[in-house]
């Protein structure tokens, strides 16, 4: 399996990636990691013209310490989200996610950045970070704006990034009970999507694979917060979603993996707090 | 290369990519479409890298880029450009002594028919540099991206044990590995 044929770019700087983004338009597609982009062009499932590279933007690729939250470059691989000691003591459900990505080769090239600007439902950080209220930062030809991550997923591999937009930036809030956290995920196989994942922190909880995009369980978090025992609100997980049925999964089994699985990790959220 | 024939997918694209490939420099003009594996195999005839799944799921492609595992199915040679690739050639001494990987391959029989053994032993290599005393289970964790269909994972486990315990003498490998 080859990718169809394209005309490749590199940039080294942000700068010259938004450059590059203007002057070749929207046949043009940006390349971080490549973990998503590539698979998807062997099968056919995206064939632009042109791709950036923005491999060698190191000025992307960072973790730092803001105060109330963490600044990760969206060029951070997630092997170097993995292995952050600051995110560990801060973040650590981020930390402990992006080492739950794929496979040791795939963190060593996926990014942070790429993954959610890919935007798929069945990826593990969209919703991690969803759960962690992070906002992205998004740079264009006329500036920087930024979105919080209730607001960034749109639909199907859709995103609130508008062509010739590059996210930046991912700013998560440092959580007041750092260790109240949970991250569970069903696979057949390590390497796999999620059938289902869940992302605890404190009382916020989101799903993966459970609708178009990665979503924030708003009725188990409503139970939860009117008073409702761990069980009684895991009951709700399935609420409101829109999970879809596929060779891995029907919808009613993936509604009882959510319910299940959010009960495990509300548990285990509180175990550690 | 022919691998990349015709252009019924629109005009073939070309680029000079420059990659340091076990220490020596290659230079080529190929497509810009062309993965790191192919590069490797028909530009740089190092054949040991297998082509496997092509779909990044089952590791056969894993080489060293920079000196960290990656799977060569799902790195544009482009991507590589200027940057240092380790293939399993690479990992003998000059004078063809064996890495303290592919000797605990040998000694452990780490490998039945063969055809993922060059993907285990450079994800082992990037493993131990990683973390040089693993436990088992870390080992079999390191090990999620590499697929034996043979299933020999028993061995191969034990090999990246016992290479691990020949490189640090570490108690926790060497207990796991007996």
Redesign the interface.
């Known amino acids: 399996?080859?990718?169809?044929?394209?005309?490749?770019h590199?940039a080294s700087s942000v700068d010259e990636a938004l450059n590059l983004a203007a002057e070749l338009g929207e046949e043009a597609k940006f390349?971080a990691g490549?973990?998503s982009l590539?698979?998807l062009m062997?099968l056919r499932f995206a064939?632009p013209?042109y791709?950036i590279?923005l491999?060698r933007i190191t000025e992307l690729s960072y973790i730092r310490d803001e105060g109330t939250y963490v600044a990760v470059g969206a060029l951070t691989r997630h092997?170097d989200v993995n292995t952050s000691e600051l995110l560990a003591s801060e973040v650590p459900l981020l930390a402990h996610a992006a080492g739950q990505v794929?496979?040791?080769?795939?963190r060593?090239?996926g990014t942070i950045g790429g993954s959610v600007a890919h935007a798929d439902a069945a990826s593990d950080l969209p919703a991690v970070l969803l759960a962690l209220d992070a906002t992205f930062v998004i740079r264009g030809a006329s500036g920087t704006r930024t979105v919080s991550s209730a607001e960034f997923f749109k639909g199907i591999f859709e995103t609130a990034l508008e062509p010739g937009e590059l996210l930046t930036e991912i700013q998560v809030p440092k959580p007041s009970a750092t260790n109240a956290w949970s991250f569970q995920k069903f696979t057949k196989r390590?390497?796999d999507w999620a059938i289902v994942g869940v992302a605890v922190q404190s009382d916020k909880v989101a799903l993966v694979n459970m609708g178009h995009t990665p979503l924030r369980a708003s009725a188990v978090e409503a139970a939860l917060a009117a008073g409702a025992t761990v069980a009684d609100a895991a009951e709700h997980a399935a609420e409101g979603t829109s999970a879809g049925s596929d060779i891995h999964a029907s919808a009613a089994f993936r509604g009882h993996l959510a319910r299940v699985l959010v009960r495990r990790a509300l548990e285990e959220a509180r175990s550690k707090a | 290369m022919d691998r990349y024939p015709g252009s019924e997918e629109g005009e073939r694209q070309v680029s000079k990519v420059s990659l340091a490939v076990n220490g020596k420099e290659i230079t080529a003009d190929v497509e810009d479409r062309t993965l790191l594996v192919h590069f490797l195999r028909d530009v740089a005839n190092l054949t040991a890298t297998n082509v496997g799944c092509e779909t990044t799921s089952c590791g056969a492609c894993t080489v060293l880029l920079d000196g960290e595992s990656v799977k060569s199915c799902t790195v544009l040679a482009a991507q590589a450009d200027g940057r240092e690739v380790t293939t399993l050639e690479g990992l003998a001494s000059d004078s063809g002594e064996m890495s303290a990987v592919q000797k605990a391959f040998h000694e452990q029989h780490g490998l039945q028919c063969g055809f993922c053994t060059p993907g285990f032993v450079m994800a082992i290599t990037s493993l131990l540099k990683e973390n040089p005393s693993p436990t088992e289970a870390e080992v079999r964790s390191g090990l999620e991206g590499n697929i034996c269909r043979c299933t020999g994972y028993h061995n191969i486990v034990q090999a990246a044990l016992a290479a691990a315990s020949a490189s640090t003498g570490s108690a926790n490998a060497g207990e796991a590995a007996k």
Do not use: C, N, V
């Open positions: 399996m080859i990718p169809p044929s394209f005309t490749y590199r390349l490549g973990h590539l698979p062997k064939s013209e791709l590279d491999g092997h794929g496979d040791p080769q795939i060593h090239r390590a390497i």
